[in-house]
Nanobody, 126 residues
Framework: QVQLEESGGGSVQVGGSLRLSCARS????????MAWFRQTPGKEREGIAS???????DYSDSVKGRFTISEDNAKNFLHLQMNSLKPEDTAMYYC????????????????????WGQGTQVTVSS
């Protein structure tokens, strides 16, 4: 079974950048989809980007043009490069995975994903 662990969170000022990483270990089906979600206290977990094993990438409107999702060549890490950060990007960020899945999977919502990391906090201050 696949395990996920996020890293790279921290505190930055408005307009700054951070790069989150999600280390993947264990087995996952050769056809898979992985996504980044974020959550603030009292709100539902929000999907923001996804990457599938076929290379399809999709973003929510809230991060399109500022965030970039990618996978390393060894397929051990899923990254989220976050540029031009805004205070509203402050949240706990999670990566999620589902095997036997393709497409813009973040749009399926958090219940679609059986596997999650523990999260990494991102704080953007003005």
């Amino acid at each position: 079974q696949v395990q996920l662990e996020e890293s790279g969170g921290g505190s930055v000022q408005v307009g700054g950048s951070l790069r989150l990483s999600c280390a993947r270990s264990g087995y996952i089906d050769s056809s898979y989809c992985m996504a980044w979600f974020r959550q603030t206290p009292g709100k539902e977990r929000e999907g923001i980007a996804s990457f599938d094993s076929g290379g399809q990438i999709d973003y929510s409107d809230s991060v399109k043009g500022r965030f970039t999702i990618s996978e390393d060549n060894a397929k051990n890490f899923l990254h989220l490069q976050m540029n031009s950060l805004k205070p509203e990007d402050t949240a706990m960020y999670y990566c999620a995975a589902r095997g036997r899945s393709q497409g813009a999977c973040w749009r399926e919502g958090p219940d679609f994903f059986p596997t999650w990391g523990q999260g990494t906090q991102v704080t953007v201050s003005s």
